[in-house]
């Protein structure tokens, strides 16, 4: 049963409304160009794992949980997938890199080979695997859970992988993860009861990633931010409010709740806090009594009163 699917990384939302809301010409452009690939790519490996996953059917009960942070000690650590069994708990560390990878001893090493036969050494996911390990196990265990843990590094796509050095995890393509759990020895630690359970503490315990607003990453300027509302159906940006609802002069495109959207992208650009007035010269409300309603109706908390409130994204 799977308690917690996989959205979209927030870090890669926050690329997209930036790509949208620079002018085409911007020097940052491309930069921003590369930097938004490589986080599609890592979201696209971990949804054709999530793809293989969905084979594995056992007939005893699980629980499956996907982009999981938890916090311990002060330090937060991020998992990419866990499934729970009745016997131990599974951490899966998902990468999608191109070319040819060689997993070299002494120290062990993952180097990545590009089709030019440029070498570059990776971040090795053993090593991340192990510290996300002692984290959890001390986790669960201030939480009286008691369980194995165990750790497979998967590769999304099947390069080829020269492996030199025996690895203290296992490593696998997607396509063998179902195959891989199959054919595990399952023993019964745990009730169905203390499962559920469990899946269901790490979810209430999930800490969202919140990114540094952008203008802060890339040092850019808020006046360079395009503001206004984008259009879904033909991307322009400037929608305007006629009639309670927002129209597209381009396309004549009409909806009500346009400005939900741009409310994310505030947050996600420019800053973790939103006055009423900053709403309307960021999205062109007509006035501040309709931008309350609004921002109201979005779901955002209000903190303060009168000249002090501002708005935050809701937990």
């Known amino acids: 049963m799977i308690y917690k699917k996989r959205t979209m990384p927030t870090r890669l939302q926050a690329l997209l409304a930036l790509e949208r809301r620079l002018p085409l010409n911007h020097p940052l452009q491309r930069q921003i160009a590369q930097h938004k690939y490589e986080r599609q790519a890592g979201y696209a490996g971990e949804l054709e794992y999530d793809k293989y996953l969905i084979e594995f059917k056992p007939d005893y009960s699980h629980a499956i949980l996907h982009d999981v942070t938890l916090r311990q000690d002060g330090i937060y650590f991020q998992m990419d997938s866990i499934l729970i069994t009745p016997g131990e708990v599974i951490l899966s560390e998902i990468k999608n890199i191109a070319g040819r990878v060689i997993v070299k001893p002494n120290p062990l090493q993952f180097?990545?080979?590009?089709?030019?036969?440029e070498r570059t050494t990776m971040r090795n996911?053993?090593?991340?695997?192990?510290?996300k390990t002692q984290l959890l196990k001390k986790w669960m265990l201030e939480r009286g859970i008691k369980m194995p843990v165990r750790c497979l590094v998967v590769f999304a796509y099947e390069n080829e992988l020269v492996i030199e050095a025996k690895s203290p995890v296992d490593i696998l393509f997607t396509y063998e993860v179902p195959i891989y759990l199959r054919q595990l020895e399952v023993?019964?630690?745990?009730?169905?009861?203390?499962l559920h359970n469990i899946a269901?503490?790490?979810n209430q315990n999930d800490c969202p990633f919140t990114p540094t607003p952008l203008v802060q990453t890339y040092k850019l300027d808020s006046k360079e931010i395009k503001p206004g509302i984008h259009c879904p159906k033909c991307n322009h940006t400037g929608m305007h409010w006629i009639k309670e609802a927002w129209h597209c002069p381009q396309c004549r495109y009409r909806n009500r709740a346009e400005h939900t959207e741009a409310?994310?992208?505030?947050f996600l650009l420019m800053d973790h806090k939103l006055t009423n007035q900053q709403f309307c010269n960021f999205v062109g409300a007509p006035n501040r009594h309709i931008a309350r309603r609004m921002l109201v109706r979005s779901g955002v908390q209000l903190v303060g009163k009168r000249k002090t409130a501002y708005y935050i994204r809701k937990e």
């Open 200 to 202: 269901q503490t790490m």
């Open 187 to 194: 023993k019964q630690l745990i009730s169905t009861r203390q």
């Open 125 to 131: 996911p053993v090593t991340e695997l192990e510290r």
């Open 263 to 266: 409310i994310v992208d505030w």
């Open 111 to 117: 180097i990545r080979e590009s089709p030019t036969g």
